[in-house]
């Protein structure tokens, strides 16, 4: 056999052991739970084989965020899920690190992305977490935890209206504040809560800002289950996506935009990433 032909199939092998070694993600919208969405998380993540850990650093009260946390997997039947709480300030050791890397399922809960990322800088927990979805972990998270998911992540906060907003009250260039979230998913601009709160107008300004980027607004008690280069619709709402703007125009403070692309997904819907 020639070197090249060796060199192909030594390509092809990386290729596939890099598509069936990644893990999955389970992105909810925030909201209330349902036990048929929980228990699609812990089939798809194969609880029963393994462990799972919430981390609840973007929340405010974290004791009572991890609380809740494990109690979703208690209430179906899932004994061998736990919490952790670490900071810049108060690290994880290299035993905890490693116990991220092997869980069969990390769950971030809600709160503040912001707090989230700003508490993991410099833990190593950013890339304990990646190297637990390369070695076929489930990443899950609601709310706060499904905004983190992308790597350009928006912030909730606004340059034009420094008071709160849960909704987004314009659509306006150079307005929107994002952070850098931890990529776990491609291509895509991540934003919850999504029908309830009305956030078409926040979302519509991120993707037209990012026009490359796939906007995927997901609701309350809803989900996108991502697997090999596909995400599926999971629960009782539906996903917006917004994509493909045309002929925008930034100029003046008002965005203007054409051609953008709305889907309307429900329940059992899959999309190619």
Do not use: W
């Not at 739970?33 to 798809?44: A, D, M, S, W, Y």
């Not at 929107?176 to 300004?205: A, C, E, P, W």
């Not at 599926?232 to 935009?257: H, M, N």
């Amino acid at each position: 056999m020639n070197k090249k032909r060796i060199l192909s199939l030594f390509i092809i092998g990386l290729m596939s052991f890099s598509t069936f070694a990644q893990g999955k993600l389970f992105i909810i919208g925030g909201g209330k739970r349902p036990p048929e969405l929980i228990k699609r998380l812990t089939e798809e993540a194969k609880l029963k084989e393994g462990y799972g850990i919430v981390l609840s650093m973007s929340s405010s009260e974290p004791d009572t965020s991890a609380y809740y946390g494990v109690l979703q997997f208690k209430k179906q039947g899932f004994d061998n899920v736990s919490f952790m709480f670490y900071t810049t300030e108060q690290p994880p050791t290299s035993l905890a690190l490693d116990s991220i890397r092997k869980a069969s399922l990390i769950y971030i809960t809600g709160g503040d992305q912001n707090r989230f990322m700003k508490r993991i800088e410099k833990t190593g927990i950013y890339e304990a977490i990646h190297d637990c979805y390369k070695n076929g972990g489930m990443i899950a998270g609601t709310s706060a935890g499904a905004a983190v998911m992308s790597e350009v992540m928006i912030t909730g906060d606004e340059k034009n209206y420094p008071d709160y907003d849960d909704t987004g009250r314009s659509i306006e260039s150079n307005n929107l504040i994002y952070g850098k979230g931890l990529g776990m998913i491609n291509k895509v601009i991540i934003d919850q809560h999504f029908i309830q709160r009305s956030r078409y107008n926040r979302l519509m300004t991120a993707v037209i800002d990012h026009p490359k980027l796939r906007g995927i607004g997901i609701d309350e008690s809803t989900a996108i289950l991502v697997h090999q280069n596909e995400f599926e619709v999971v629960g009782v709402s539906q996903v917006i996506l917004i994509e493909k703007p045309q002929q925008i125009d930034t100029k003046d403070t008002k965005i203007g935009a054409r051609k953008i692309s709305v889907s309307i997904l429900k329940s059992g819907d899959k999309i190619k990433l």
